[in-house]
């Protein structure tokens, strides 16, 4: 089956510009999840989805970035405006809900993100 | 919140050495999960496990679920083994809380 696909895969912006990012989960993964994972750290849960409902945004920076998944399929991540401590590599991954797999947690390729 | 640390942070080894990557949680799990992060961003998913062993190839992944503690084992080392490996816990909630990374660099 394909894999979890993303892009950009890079993208460099100056601050206070925005940026989006797109993901598109494999076929039949109702769970979406985008993580930010800054330098030297693990990744950090920014969002969680099921089908096209929010489940977790507690860790989302609300007053700046925004995420959507309108169909249930792919999602879109949006930074606006963009600080300096914004750049990382911000994942995205996708699980089925029930059956076998369910725990198998697929991540894409990541954008890498930097902010001047 | 689970808490999830790994040890060591940065670890150089030899080709040919056998590793060991550590990792410690706070709260009870519904499973762990060993990852591989290679530069340029990209995770693999090596294990899940919710008790006792998994070995695929060289990789041995061990749990100890009432010490909360796990440990991934990598015999015979190779260069290409070089990568970050990430250490994920998941609860009841099915979301992962991520450990900061163990930077392996095997040198030939």
């Known amino acids: 089956e394909a894999g979890v696909a993303q892009s950009p895969r890079y993208k460099i912006i100056e601050k206070r510009q925005s940026v989006a990012f797109w993901c598109n989960p494999i076929?039949?993964?109702?769970?979406l999840y985008w993580y930010q994972q800054i330098l030297g750290q693990g990744p950090k849960l920014l969002i969680q989805f099921q089908n096209n409902g929010v489940v977790d945004d507690s860790q989302l920076p609300k007053d700046r970035f925004s995420a959507e998944r309108l169909k249930g399929v792919d999602s879109t991540l949006k930074i606006q405006p963009a600080k300096l401590e914004d750049s990382a590599v911000y994942l995205c991954?996708?699980?089925?809900?029930?059956?076998?797999?369910?725990?198998?947690?697929?991540f894409g390729a990541g954008s890498r993100l930097t902010v001047l | 919140k689970n808490e999830v640390e790994q040890s060591p942070q940065n670890l150089t080894a030899q080709e040919g050495e056998f590793i060991t990557i550590n990792c410690s949680y706070s709260v009870g799990i519904s499973a762990l999960h060993w990852l591989q992060q290679h530069p340029g961003g990209g995770i693999v998913s090596l294990f899940m496990?919710?008790?006792g062993k998994k070995k695929h190839g060289r990789l041995i992944a061990t749990i100890n679920i009432q010490e909360k503690h796990s440990s991934l084992h990598i015999t015979a080392s190779h260069p290409r083994d070089s990568a970050v490996y990430i250490c994920a816990v998941s609860g009841s909630a099915r979301q992962l809380t991520f450990g900061s990374g163990t930077q392996l660099t095997v040198l030939p």
């Open positions: 991954a996708s699980r089925r809900l029930t059956g076998p797999g369910a725990n198998v947690l697929t």
């Open positions: 496990l919710s008790s």
């Open positions: 076929s039949g993964h109702a769970t």
